[in-house]
C-alpha cells in the first residue's frame, strides 16, 4: 500500500554532523545526504478507492519564503478497500522523497544511520505515520500539531530496528490513513537529518514517546478515551489508541496450517498415523458478523468466545500442544504502533481457563492471565511480560529460528496485535469473556495484576491409570516415571503444554513397588512418589 521500493543497489556513507536536507524554497526537489550531490524529487500516491495527496503549491513547487510551508492536503475516499480476501481496511493517502533517483529501477540508498535521528518542522491536523524506506523499513507515529511545531525523532524511537532502516533508507514519507470521507492538511516547513538541523525543538519524540500524541497522557482503565482500543460497542472493529479513529478488527485463528504440514510430512517428522485433523475451533467462528452479535446479546456488556483445542499434533520427536485464538489488529492493515508511553495492558475479562495473551510485534511477548469466574481488570505492567524463548527453525513449517531473550522494549515499540490464545489439554475448551482492551497508565500510574508465578509446574494428581499435572507458559514438558533403583520405566509425556494436562500411564506390565515421576520443563523439575499394589 506504501508507494514500493525496488531492489537497493547501492549504499553510500553519511558523515554525522547535522544538515537541513529540503526546504520549502527548494521546491520538489531535495539535497542528498552526501551534501554533494543533488537528490531525487517528491511524490505523492493514493488508494484503489480515489484517495489523493495534493500539494499547495503545485507539482510540489518551491514556496516564495522559508516561513511559507509545502502545504499537502490528504483528502481520502468515500469507501473502505475490500481486498479478495481478509477484512476490509481503511483508506490512505501519503507523500514522500527519495534521495536519488533509481537506477535500472532499483532505489539507490544512503546510510544515514550515524545522524542518529531525523528533524522536521511542520502542524497537521492529524496524527499522520513517518516511514523510512529501504532494504528495510520503520514507521513512527507523528502526532498532530495545531502550530508550527519542530521535532526531532531518533532512530530509537521508530518502530523495529530505525537505525537498521536508517542504514540503507531511500526514501521518508508521510502517511494519512483513517475512515473513509476523512481529511487532513499537513504544513512543512523543513527537513533534516540530525538533532540540531532543524534549529530549536519545541516539541521533542524520544524512545520512550507514545503514538498518536499520548505518551504524557494517562489512559483511564474506564470508558471511551486514549489508550482504549476495544469495547463491546465497538463490534468487531476497534479504535486506534488516539481513541478517535478506527483501528483494526478481530480475527480468529487456530492450528489447522501446523496439522495440514504434519499431516504432509515425512514419517520421521510427523506421526501422521496418530494425527487428528480436525483444527481447533473458536465459536463465533465469523469474526466479522459473530462478535458484535455475542457483545449484543450478552447485553453489551462483553462478547464471549468459545475456544475449543483439538487432539496434539504428532510432530517428532515432541508433540505439539494444539492452540486456538482470537486477536485484534491495532491499525488494519496490521502496521506496527509505539506503545511505549503506556505502563503496560489493561483488559477487563472473565475466563474458565488460564489463556495466554500475546502481543505480536517486532518481536513478540506475552503473560497468562489467570482463571477468573467474575469480570475482573487486571492491569499488566511490561515487566511482567514474557519474552518469546529461543526456538530452532522449523523447515516444517517454515517458522524461522527464534533467539532468546527479545527485550520487552522490541516489542512494544513496534505492536501489531493483541492475541487472546488457549490450548495444552487435547479437547478441552475455554469460556472467554472480553469487556475492554486497552493501552494504560504512563510510567507508574497502573498497578500490577497478581499473576501466578511465572513457569508454574506442578503434578496435581497421581492415579494407577494416569497423571495429571500442569504447566504455565506453553513450555516444553517432560514426565517420566522411575523405579526404586533409578531405571527409567516409562516416558509418559514429551511435548510442549500449557495449562492443565493429563498422561495415561499403563501398570500392567510392571510389578508391586514404589514409582517416582519426574516432570521437568526447563531448569523446573517436580517429582511424585506412587505406591503400586497388586
Not at 27 to 33: C, E, I, R, T, W
Not at 449 to 476: M, R, W
Not at 505 to 516: F, K, Q, V
Amino acid at each position: 500500500m506504501n508507494r514500493l521500493m525496488g531492489l537497493v543497489i547501492l549504499g553510500l556513507g553519511v558523515a554525522a554532523h547535522s544538515q537541513v536536507v529540503w526546504t520549502s524554497t527548494q521546491g520538489s526537489q531535495v539535497k542528498a545526504p552526501d551534501g554533494t550531490t543533488a537528490g531525487d524529487f517528491w511524490y505523492n500516491y493514493g488508494d484503489p478507492v480515489g484517495s489523493t495527496a495534493t500539494p499547495t503549491p503545485t507539482a510540489f513547487a518551491a514556496t516564495t519564503a522559508a516561513t511559507t510551508p509545502l502545504k499537502i492536503v490528504f483528502a481520502l475516499g468515500a469507501t473502505q478497500i475490500t481486498p479478495a480476501t481478509g477484512y476490509p481496511y481503511n483508506p490512505y493517502a501519503g507523500a514522500g522523497f527519495s534521495w536519488a533517483a533509481k537506477v535500472a529501477n532499483a532505489s539507490v540508498p544512503f546510510d544515514i544511520s550515524a545522524k542518529g535521528s531525523v528533524c522536521l518542522t511542520y502542524s497537521s491536523t492529524a496524527p499522520l505515520t513517518m516511514s523510512l524506506k529501504g532494504t528495510t523499513s520503520a514507521d513512527y507515529t507523528l502526532p498532530a500539531a495545531a502550530t508550527k511545531t519542530t521535532a526531532s525523532i531518533a532512530w530509537s524511537s521508530f518502530t523495529t530496528d530505525g537505525a537498521a532502516a536508517a542504514a540503507t533508507n531511500a526514501s521518508i514519507q508521510w502517511q494519512f490513513q483513517a475512515t473513509p470521507s476523512t481529511s487532513d492538511t499537513f504544513n512543512i516547513y523543513q527537513v533534516g537529518l540530525g538533532a540540531t538541523a532543524c534549529g530549536t525543538v519545541t516539541a521533542s519524540s524520544s524512545s520512550t514517546a507514545s503514538s498518536s500524541s499520548v505518551a504524557s497522557s494517562s489512559a483511564s482503565t474506564t470508558g471511551a478515551g486514549k489508550g482504549v482500543v476495544w469495547l463491546p460497542a465497538y463490534g468487531v472493529q476497534g479504535k486506534q489508541i488516539d481513541g478517535t479513529t478506527a483501528g483494526g478488527y478481530f480475527y480468529s485463528y487456530n492450528d489447522k496450517s501446523s496439522r495440514t504440514a504434519c499431516a504432509a510430512a515425512a514419517a520421521t517428522v510427523c506421526n501422521a498415523a496418530t494425527l487428528d485433523t480436525t483444527p481447533s475451533s473458536v465459536i463465533p467462528a465469523d469474526m466479522i458478523t459473530g462478535l458484535p452479535a455475542s457483545a449484543a446479546a450478552n447485553g453489551g456488556q462483553f462478547a464471549q468466545l468459545i475456544l475449543t483445542s483439538g487432539t496434539a499434533i504428532p510432530y517428532l520427536p515432541y508433540s505439539w500442544a494444539s492452540y486456538v485464538g482470537v486477536g485484534l489488529n491495532l491499525i488494519d492493515p496490521p502496521v506496527a504502533v509505539n506503545v511505549s508511553g503506556f505502563a503496560g495492558v489493561c483488559v477487563t475479562y472473565s475466563a474458565t481457563q488460564p489463556t495466554q495473551m500475546g502481543m505480536s510485534a517486532t518481536t513478540a511477548a506475552s503473560v497468562t492471565l489467570p482463571a477468573s469466574k467474575t469480570l475482573t481488570t487486571a492491569q499488566l505492567l511490561w515487566n511482567q511480560w514474557d519474552t518469546v524463548a529461543a526456538k530452532p527453525a522449523n523447515s516444517i513449517t517454515g517458522d524461522p529460528a527464534v533467539p532468546a531473550s527479545y527485550p520487552i522494549k522490541a516489542a512494544i515499540l513496534g505492536a501489531k496485535d493483541i492475541k487472546f490464545q488457549f490450548g495444552g489439554a487435547a479437547n478441552t475448551s475455554d469460556t472467554l469473556n472480553i469487556a475492554k482492551i486497552a493501552f494504560c497508565g504512563t510510567g507508574t500510574t497502573a498497578t500490577a495484576v497478581q499473576l501466578p508465578s511465572k513457569n508454574l509446574l506442578a503434578i496435581t494428581s497421581v492415579q494407577a491409570d494416569g497423571i495429571q499435572f500442569h504447566a504455565e507458559g506453553n513450555q516444553l514438558v517432560t514426565l517420566e516415571v522411575f523405579n526404586t533403583i533409578g531405571k527409567r520405566v516409562g516416558l509418559l509425556y514429551q511435548g510442549f503444554a500449557h495449562g492443565d494436562a493429563s498422561a495415561a500411564w499403563s501398570t500392567n506390565h510392571l510389578p508391586a513397588g514404589i514409582y517416582m515421576f519426574r516432570l521437568q520443563a526447563g531448569s523446573e523439575i517436580r517429582t511424585a512418589k506412587f505406591v503400586l499394589n497388586r
